[in-house]
């Protein structure tokens, strides 16, 4: 299960990455991305997958 829990959470941030690069490569210069809050969930939501994995519950 913590194997599982990581390697989601290091997919979701990949997603978010990969988000992230492609808006900031179409994005004029100054303005803001246009989904920046959706990256900074998946980022979170990522971290929290990750994290969760460390939890001795599922060890």
């Known amino acids: 299960m ?3 829990l ?3 959470g290091l997919a979701v941030l990949l ?6 690069l492609r808006g900031r490569k179409d994005a004029p210069q100054g303005t ?3 989904n920046g809050r ?3 969930l998946l980022t979170l939501l990522g971290l929290m ?3 969760a994995s460390q ?5």
């Open 2 to 4: 913590a194997v599982f």
């Open 6 to 8: 990581a390697l989601s």
């Open 15 to 20: 997603v978010a990455l990969v988000l992230f």
């Open 32 to 34: 803001p991305l246009p």
């Open 38 to 40: 959706a990256l900074v």
């Open 49 to 51: 997958l990750a994290l």
């Open 55 to 59: 939890l001795p519950i599922f060890a």
